[in-house]
């Protein structure tokens, strides 16, 4: 048994630390493809409302449409067969018609949910929902297959079968911009 607890407890805090800073410390900068392209004065291709430079002139491309796409994965549905998605369709159908006999009433958010778990085989708090103005959009469903519905502002209502997004969600996160 230790007399000097605390200076035990610094000392084993004190190695620790340095072997946190040496481990953490042993990347290089330079092995960056990055660094390397900055390294060599490469520059980014200008954007399409941006003067063109020399074609000669080295650059990295900034295609914004794959910038776009690439932001905008999270997004993206999981693909499903076709036999997962004929799986879903009676719950799809069976969505339409609640929210269909939901379409116009005054039902608030947990009546909704109620009416389209009941549909889907879920539990009202497994139920994304979202509701902007007179749009509600909700979605559930299991493993990668999802069931979204929505009623619009003129009280339509639809429901379709889809693959979940890469974000893990059944309905398309919004985004902020």
């Given at each position: 048994?230790?007399?000097?607890?605390?200076?035990?407890?610094?000392?084993?805090?004190?190695?620790?630390?340095?072997?946190?800073?040496?481990?953490?410390?042993?990347?290089?900068?330079?092995?960056?493809?990055?660094?390397?392209?900055?390294?060599?004065?490469?520059?980014?291709?200008?954007?399409?409302?941006?003067?063109?430079?020399?074609?000669?002139?080295?650059?990295?491309?900034?295609?914004?449409?794959?910038?776009?796409?690439?932001?905008?994965?999270?997004?993206?549905?999981?693909?499903?067969s076709?036999?997962?998605?004929?799986?879903?369709?009676?719950?799809?159908?069976?969505?339409?018609?609640?929210?269909?006999?939901?379409?116009?009433?005054?039902?608030?958010e947990?009546?909704?949910?109620?009416?389209a778990?009941a549909?889907?085989?879920?539990?009202?708090?497994?139920?994304?929902?979202?509701?902007?103005?007179?749009?509600?959009?909700?979605?559930?469903?299991?493993?990668?297959?999802?069931?979204?519905?929505?009623?619009?502002?003129?009280?339509?209502?639809?429901?379709?079968?889809?693959?979940?997004?890469?974000?893990?969600?059944?309905?398309?996160?919004?985004?902020?911009?």
């Amino acid at each position: 048994m230790s007399r000097h607890p605390l200076r035990t407890a610094a000392l084993g805090t004190l190695l620790l630390a340095g072997l946190v800073a040496f481990v953490g410390g042993c990347a290089d900068p330079r092995d960056d493809p990055r660094a390397t392209a900055s390294r060599e004065g490469m520059r980014y291709c200008p954007a399409p409302n941006e003067p063109p430079i020399d074609p000669q002139t080295p650059c990295i491309s900034q295609d914004p449409a794959q910038k776009y796409a690439e932001n905008h994965g999270y997004r993206r549905q999981m693909a499903i067969s076709e036999e997962q998605r004929a799986g879903a369709q009676g719950k799809a159908e069976a969505l339409g018609k609640a929210l269909r006999g939901l379409a116009g009433t005054s039902a608030g958010e947990a009546e909704v949910r109620t009416a389209a778990a009941a549909a889907l085989g879920l539990e009202p708090n497994q139920v994304e929902y979202r509701k902007r103005g007179e749009y509600v959009e909700l979605g559930g469903g299991e493993g990668k297959v999802c069931v979204n519905g929505s009623i619009d502002g003129q009280h339509q209502a639809t429901a379709e079968v889809a693959g979940r997004t890469m974000d893990g969600t059944c309905l398309p996160g919004l985004g902020g911009h």
